[in-house]
């Protein structure tokens, strides 16, 4: 199993920045495609990064292409999103993702990916 933390929400004024943090436990963190998604009031959850266990590869969702980086650090256990240029719609729950099939965390439908975090608040302020 694999158990998830995050941090580094907050509340931020628009076009402000910030960085999240997800601390994984196990040491099979780097055969993990891990992501991010975000849930906003109303709305179904969504995938918005994920990248791929051996570092190749990456997926953002539209709206956030070139204003949001994911990455990693496989000695860390830990996977980042910084996230620029923050918009009011960029406000949600996030949340941190693991699961082995990297489609199954830039989809992030039904019961997929197998892991989650408890996710962190994001509140972006016009």
């Known amino acids: 199993q694999v158990q998830l933390v995050e941090s580094g929400g907050g509340l931020v004024q628009a076009g402000g920045s910030l960085r999240l943090s997800c601390a994984a436990s196990?040491?099979?963190?780097?055969?993990?495609?891990m992501g991010w998604l975000r849930q906003a009031p109303g709305k179904e959850r969504e995938s918005v990064a994920a990248i791929r266990a051996n570092f190749y590869g990456t997926y953002y969702k539209d709206s956030v292409k070139g204003r949001f980086t994911i990455s990693r650090d496989n000695a860390k256990n830990t996977v980042y999103l910084q996230m620029n240029s923050l918009k009011p719609e960029d406000t949600a729950v996030y949340y941190c993702a693991a699961d082995r099939n990297y489609d199954a965390v830039t989809t992030a439908t039904g019961d997929s990916p197998r892991y989650w975090g408890h996710g962190t608040q994001v509140t972006v302020s016009s």
């Open positions: 196990g040491r099979s963190f780097s055969t993990y495609a």
